[in-house]
């Protein structure tokens, strides 16, 4: 037997495999001093592994572990059915817009194909989101609320510039150095002026609106 | 796989508390066995193993039923013991884990052996280790250590052979081997 021979012995036998030629091993043993080290240690290591003993479970644990385990249970339960009706309403909300927004256009349009949904038909850069509308609104309302305003300061800016040469004609006036020609032309200078405001917001709330209705522009150029 | 087993998961998927503790006290003492012997202390062993536990119990839809369970329970125990020593080894630990585990019956001689081959077992690198205490201190065969390790049967045996033989070398450094006169060879193997 070699060492070799000895080294594949030495680990069958620590296996737990039984040993077939004792005789062989016992003779390689009193000839090789090195590997004789080996069995012994092999012999204590064996030894000390028999002594190490089956670690006791703490009491109760299998308790603590099963209300773990079932409270992990119950607590996945919960979440599977919270995301159901999460999906479920999102669905139904999803529903919702598609009704409201598909719905009307659908039967304004008989001409268009029912499988062709109306998002498609508006131009990339729109923006057709829900959330679109309320600012949609909001600013409709201030450009008017501007424009209104606006019309009312050249309104009284007018009245004033008219109420000059007025005042000027009458008797007790001095005379004054400027022509009455030159005063209307000044006036109507400043009610341009006034009124430009107006018409930059009347011309913006135009734009504004020819913007967001792009979706019935295809249809009535079809309809032309 | 057993039928049983498979029944039993079965029940424990449907939510049996019943099939649940009797899962667990089936594999209580392997898993709690391996994560003391792994990480050297009682109390990281407890929370590892209900660790290992939530986990299987979370992931048990996904068990092959044509394996065995042990094995696979006992992969999501190494895994975890291994997770829990490489966040361990990140902060600094005065606990001396070998002392946590010696048990009151160990005295004298016999206790020094122990304590000597698992200081041996403790330096080995972990692949070693593992295979090491599966082995010899949980009584795994090596197909169950290769199912868990998810390596060849082969690799195992490699790994094991050489953790042996680190281990005799450190018994033999430690003075655990007495030297023996030539004439004082054995004339019986025990088998």
């Not at chain 1, 002594?51 to 603590?64: D, M, N, T, W």
């Amino acid at each position: 037997m070699s060492c070799s021979d000895f080294q594949h012995l030495l680990q069958c036998h620590l296996d737990g495999e039984s040993i077939a030629d004792r005789a062989a091993l016992e003779a390689h043993l009193s000839a090789c001093s090195a590997c004789r080290v080996h069995w012994r240690a092999a012999s204590q290591l064996a030894t000390g592994l028999r002594l190490i003993r089956p670690l006791p479970v703490p009491p109760e644990f299998s308790g603590r572990i099963v209300a773990g385990v079932l409270a992990q249970q119950r607590a996945a339960r919960r979440l599977r059915q919270g995301l159901a009706i999460v999906g479920a309403m999102a669905a139904a909300i999803l529903v919702t817009i598609l009704l409201i927004r598909v719905w009307p256009r659908a039967g304004d349009t008989p001409t268009r194909p029912v499988d062709s949904p109306v998002v498609q038909e508006a131009p990339p850069s729109v923006k057709e989101t829900p959330g679109d509308a309320p600012s949609l609104r909001e600013s409709i309302t201030q450009v008017a609320q501007l424009t209104l305003r606006k019309a009312d300061d050249t309104v009284g800016e007018a009245r004033s510039l008219l109420a000059r040469p007025l005042a000027n004609d009458g008797p007790s006036a001095p005379m004054h150095s400027t022509p009455p020609t030159q005063t209307l032309r000044e006036a109507g200078s400043g009610i341009t002026a006034g009124l430009e405001p107006v018409a930059d917001s009347a011309k913006r709330a135009w734009n504004l609106f020819l913007r967001e209705i792009p979706s019935v522009r295809p249809a009535d150029k079809r309809g032309a | 796989v057993s039928v049983d087993e498979a029944a039993l998961v079965r029940r424990c998927l449907r939510g049996d508390a019943q099939a649940v503790r009797a899962l667990v006290e089936q594999f209580q003492t392997d898993v709690f066995g391996l994560c003391v012997r792994l990480l050297r202390h009682r109390q990281d062993a407890e929370d590892v193993s209900q660790e290992v536990f939530l986990r299987v119990f979370r992931s048990l839809r996904r068990w092959d039923v044509t394996r065995p369970l042990k094995p696979w329970i006992m992969g999501i125990t190494v895994n975890r013991c291994r997770t829990h020593l490489s966040q361990r080894a990140r902060r600094p630990e005065s606990v001396d884990y070998l002392a946590d585990i010696a048990t009151a019956a160990e005295e004298g001689d016999a206790a020094e052996l122990v304590r000597e081959i698992r200081l041996a077992v403790a330096g080995l690198r972990p692949e070693y280790r593992i295979a090491f205490v599966m082995f010899h201190e949980q009584g795994e065969r090596y197909e169950e250590i290769a199912l868990a390790l998810a390596r060849p049967v082969g690799t195992i045996k490699t790994w094991l052979h050489r953790a042996r033989l680190e281990v005799l070398e450190r018994l033999r450094q430690r003075g655990m081997v007495r030297d023996e006169e030539p004439s004082q060879v054995p004339k019986r193997i025990d088998a």
